[in-house]
Nanobody, 120 residues
Framework: QLQLVEFGGGLVQPVGSPRPSCAVP????????IGWFRQAPGKEREGVSC????????LYADSVKGRFTISRDNAKNTVYLQMSSLKPEDTGVYYC?????????????WGKGTLVTVSS
């Protein structure tokens, strides 16, 4: 059973730069597409960013382009989401998801999420 463990959320100011992380122990990340998703209070979960298993290409939601950066450390079996220039609407629970298919095919495995709250 795959385990995805997110951490690194918290209460941050708009000028902060949190880096939520997603650890997947024992997994070779190259064989999977892996992404970050978020769910704001009262809203549906939405995609934030994803790394394709096929060619390593990266997708970003328009709302985070230029502000968030996804990266992967295969040696640590960990994916990161570097966040900057934060806005109140970035508040939400951030989940990582994993699939053996492509980013647009839907995730098969999910972590429990880490809460990021943006507030001045």
């Amino acid at each position: 059973q795959l385990q995805l463990v997110e951490f690194g959320g918290g209460l941050v100011q708009p000028v902060g730069s949190p880096r939520p992380s997603c650890a997947v122990p024992g997994l070779t990340l190259d064989y999977y597409s892996i992404g970050w998703f978020r769910q704001a209070p009262g809203k549906e979960r939405e995609g934030v960013s994803c790394i394709s298993r096929r060619d390593g290409s990266i997708l970003y939601a328009d709302s985070v382009k230029g502000r968030f950066t996804i990266s992967r450390d295969n040696a640590k079996n960990t994916v990161y989401l570097q966040m900057s220039s934060l806005k109140p609407e970035d508040t939400g629970v951030y989940y990582c998801g994993l699939t053996r298919l492509e980013c647009g095919d839907g995730m098969n495995f999910w972590g429990k999420g880490t809460l990021v709250t943006v507030s001045s």
